[in-house]
């Protein structure tokens, strides 16, 4: 379990599932998350179940799947993801959803990313994480900046939203980079390297 201020970042279990079919069964999160793209949503239960299977079966060595709870009332209010670790680059893609629309614009989201950022540079020990998202998503971006990413690309007209082109914007934070953001000495893990139950 990680812990912040606003939330925390629990293991994914199986009763998240109906969290799961709801959030990417709302069209304003599909569109938001994904910019509409149907192979997040709209989905039925048995897609989501067979997923879902997969997805508590991760190894972490590679991908893993994390609840956002709200600290306030312990609620499920939406997920974070890593996957693709590569441990002999020191790099992992990392991607944020909060379901729960009456969450967004309050600072969760934004711990969420920190909060898992600060598990990917200090207990697993990376130089680098990386995430995207499409340019019409600014809420995304401000989230992404004010989380400490740098933006260092973008897949011009690549994100195809309601017959509308937009880019996909590539961001990265480097390991140096958070130590500073963070105020973290460089030789050894921060703290708060226990398992995630
Ligand atoms: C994107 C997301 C993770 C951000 O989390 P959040 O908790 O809503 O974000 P925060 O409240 O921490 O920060 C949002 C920032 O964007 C600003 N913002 C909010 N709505 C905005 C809008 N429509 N346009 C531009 N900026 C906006 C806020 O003012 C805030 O900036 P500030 O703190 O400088 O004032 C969350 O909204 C979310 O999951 N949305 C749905 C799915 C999604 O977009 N996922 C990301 C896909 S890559």
Known sequence: MIE???VRLRALHAEDLDHHVRWRNDPEVVHWATGGNPHFGPVTQAAVERGFDTM???DPADSRVFTVEDLVDGRPIGMADYRDLDPFAGRATVGITIGERDCW??????EALRLLVRHLFDTCRLHRVELDTWSGNERAVRAFAKAG?????RRREAVL???????????????E??????????????KDAAPIA
């Open 4 to 6: 912040g201020n606003l």
């Open 56 to 58: 508590l079966g991760l």
């Open 105 to 110: 614009g309050r600072g969760h989201g934004t």
């Open 149 to 153: 990413f740098r933006e260092e690309g």
């Open 161 to 175: 939203v309601a017959g509308e082109w937009y880019d996909n914007m590539l961001f990265g934070m480097l390991r």
């Open 177 to 190: 980079e958070w130590r500073e953001s963070v105020g973290a000495p460089s030789g050894r893990p921060e």
